[in-house]
């Protein structure tokens, strides 16, 4: 990816820190919201409650009802609320979902979106928007939706449980390895996705072992931060096709989708890109004699490590659904360094259903 590129940076600004959740305020004030709707899921409510009392009369109502995969019903229900109360900007408080549903607004109704983001997901990096209905998901990429600020906390991800801690970030590892061999990488981007791995990797150790090592948390963060910048950056390839197909036919968990595949597509891609591999060695500590299969079997060390879920068959997913799964992906174009065929498509689902070391 270093003789040619052409890299164009997003319009994003960051504030990182842990208390920077009291500089939501200023930011408001910086691209002039006055009258902020504030978002969130029923669960994260207590926190929609403390930022609206941070935002003390900017904030004119909570939206709490963001829910997973943005349905075109609760970005409706969310449309009224803010047309009744006439809105001129929303935070968005909480993980992927809550973002996304701050993206819907942005797209639909030219809302500017402060993001507090809670997970490692990463979308508030990012342009991509999605919407389910009828039970299909759309994407897209529109330059509007990418939040004008993002404040990053990471005295807000203390009480994200473990599970889900590890399962979102190893979601973001996902975007940065992809983003390693994407056809529109660059430099920036290749330094962004292995400081990226190289934070989660040293970072979700130390939440498995103690949710609330502060260390760990603001690394963790930062990595998320910088693997969702790859995301916005770059086009992905099998690994998130595999798990948009997934989750979108057998409506399975996002980020714990996404940790059960990592293995098996690296396994599967990196042999075919060594500078990635490289980079993805160096990410994850290994020395220069550590080839591919090295750096795969580190991610499979790593996500056991973990106690990530090890297989889709752990969620839910049975064997006859393979074959379906491989159909789609097969029907559907996007870009991969390495060929897909139908033979090798199906042994690597297999492995992954079973759990499998790739
Ligand atoms: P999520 O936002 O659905 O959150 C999962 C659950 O954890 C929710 O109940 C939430 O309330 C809770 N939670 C979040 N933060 C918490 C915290 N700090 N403490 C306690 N509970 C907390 O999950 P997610 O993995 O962040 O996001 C997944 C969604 O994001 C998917 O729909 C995915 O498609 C989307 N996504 C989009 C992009 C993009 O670029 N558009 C990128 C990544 C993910």
């Known amino acids: 990816m270093t003789d040619s590129f ?3 940076a997003l319009p994003m600004r960051v504030v990182f820190g842990a208390g920077s959740m009291a500089r939501l305020p200023d930011e408001a004030e910086r691209i002039g919201s006055r009258r902020i709707l504030v978002l969130s899921t029923p669960q994260q409510r207590e926190l929609a409650q403390r930022v609206t009392a941070l935002l003390g009369e900017r904030a004119v109502g909570v939206f709490d009802e963001a829910r997973m995969h943005v349905p075109v019903e609760t970005v409706a229900a969310a449309e009224a609320v803010a047309a009744d109360l006439a809105v001129d900007g929303c935070v968005a408080a909480g993980g992927g979902s809550t973002v996304g549903l701050g993206k819907a607004l942005a797209l639909r109704r030219g809302l500017p979106v402060l993001a507090l983001p809670t997970t490692y997901a990463g979308s508030e990096m990012t342009p991509i928007w999605g919407l389910t209905e009828n039970a299909r998901k759309r994407t897209g990429r529109a330059p509007a939706v990418l939040p004008r600020s993002v404040v990053y906390d990471p005295e807000l991800t203390m009480t994200l449980p473990v599970d889900v801690s590890v399962t ?3 979601n973001a590892v996902a975007h940065a390895v992809e983003a390693l061999y994407a056809p529109d990488g660059s430099p920036v981007v290749t330094a962004m996705a292995e400081q990226g791995v190289r934070d989660l990797a040293t970072a979700l150790p130390l939440i498995a072992d103690d949710p609330r090592d ?3 948390r603001a690394t963790a963060l930062r990595g998320a931060w910088l693997c969702g910048a790859c995301l916005g950056a770059t086009t992905m390839g099998l690994h998130h096709k595999l798990c948009h197909v997934l989750g979108g036919m057998l409506d399975l968990p996002h980020a714990a989708t996404h940790a059960v595949m990592l293995p098996h597509v690296a396994a599967y891609n990196l042999p075919a890109v060594p500078a990635a591999a490289a980079a993805l060695r160096r990410s994850l500590g290994l020395n ?10 580190a991610l499979t060390a790593l996500t056991a490590r973990l106690g990530a879920p090890g297989s889709l068959r752990d969620l839910g997913v049975a064997e006859s659904d393979l074959a379906r799964v491989a159909e789609e992906v097969l029907a559907g174009p996007y870009a991969n360094p390495r060929p897909v065929n139908r033979p090798e498509l199906t042994a690597l689902l297999h492995a992954a259903w079973t759990g499998d070391a790739p």
């Open 6 to 8: 052409v890299h164009e």
């Open 168 to 170: 979102s970030g190893l």
């Open 214 to 216: 502060r260390v760990g």
């Open 288 to 297: 220069d004699t550590a080839d591919a299969a090295d750096a795969v079997a």
